[in-house]
């Protein structure tokens, strides 16, 4: 089983910055992908950014301000988010996809959610 344990996230005032990590940790044989997604209440869990090889993707609201990165050492994902803003306010998930726990077998897993609240 692979699992991921997210932090760094909390109570920022709008302009600031958070910084997310997510580690995942098991049987990792490789890392196709990394993601962080975000969700608010009542709504549909959305992509924000996601980091597969060499590529980043990001959804349009947080172009310029959010960048993904990824340390393949340590299995761990960031979302450093600067110029926060009220409406970035959501339950933040990180989401890895690779080959584990045995070679033949290929998981996704989601981390257990992370909160930022970024106040006007």
């Known amino acids: 089983q692979v699992t991921l344990v997210e932090s760094g996230g909390g109570l920022v005032q709008a302009g600031g910055s958070l910084r997310l990590s997510c580690v995942a940790s098991?049987?990792?044989?490789?890392?196709?992908?990394m993601g962080w997604y975000r969700q608010a209440p009542g709504k549909q869990r959305e992509l924000v950014a996601a980091?597969?090889?060499?590529?980043?993707n990001y959804a349009d609201s947080v172009k310029g301000r959010f960048t993904i990165s990824r340390d393949n050492a340590k299995n761990t994902v960031y979302l450093q988010m600067n110029s926060l803003k009220p409406e970035d306010t959501d339950v933040y998930y990180c989401?890895?996809?690779?080959?584990?726990?045995?070679?033949?077998?290929?998981?996704?897993?989601w981390g257990q959610g992370t909160q930022v609240t970024v106040s006007s």
């Open positions: 098991g049987t990792i044989f490789s890392i196709y992908a």
């Open positions: 989401n890895v996809q690779g080959r584990g726990p045995t070679w033949s077998r290929t998981f996704a897993s």
């Open positions: 980091i597969s090889g060499g590529n980043t």
